[in-house]
């Protein structure tokens, strides 16, 4: 009987710590606050206040996917709601940058949604290995379509045929 309530907590353990964010899965997030965070001393990791003050002024500067997670947290003026004590509490307690990010993604899951630019090479990339949104990207990157495309097969054969027209070989 032990062994199988001991078998049962390995399992839960191993379920709950596939189910931890990953950085791939909330990349901005993870970027933003790790980098944020590394700008700060010890002791203004203390102060919620000085975190937030700290993070408004880091967010003036900020651009593209990083503007937009500011404007998510309410970092900018022009944000028109404010999660900021989300990140600045667990960030003054010490809190692993992904329990921060999970934190914010349960307030808001636009915040997970950020992703940065990917800049594909179409002609060294293995186009099976990359994902399905990816490969939507490079179609729409060309202003080209796939109407017809339900699995990633028929995406990859969709850019093959028209990577002849958009992918100029170096000779």
Request: hydrophobic share 35%; glycine share 4%.
């Amino acid at each position: 009987m032990n062994k199988l309530i001991f078998c049962g907590l390995v399992l839960a353990c191993l379920a709950v710590s596939s189910l931890a964010l990953k950085a791939a899965d909330c990349e901005v997030c993870f970027a933003v606050v790790e980098k944020f965070a590394a700008g700060l001393t010890s002791d203004e990791k203390k102060d919620v206040k000085v975190i937030e003050n700290k993070f408004r002024t880091f967010c003036k500067t900020s651009k593209g996917k990083e503007n937009r997670f500011c404007y998510y947290l309410g970092g900018l003026e022009e944000s028109a709601t404010g999660i900021l004590s989300e990140m600045s509490k667990p960030l003054s307690w010490s809190t692993p940058v992904d329990k921060v990010c999970e934190k914010l993604k349960k307030k808001d899951n636009q915040i997970c949604d950020l992703r940065y630019e990917k800049s594909i090479d179409v002609r060294t990339v293995d186009l099976k290995k990359l994902k399905v949104r990816d490969l939507k990207k490079i179609l729409s990157d060309w202003d080209e379509t796939c109407e017809d495309c339900i699995e990633k097969g028929d995406f990859i054969k969709r850019i093959e045929v028209l990577k002849p027209k958009y992918v100029k070989q170096d000779l």
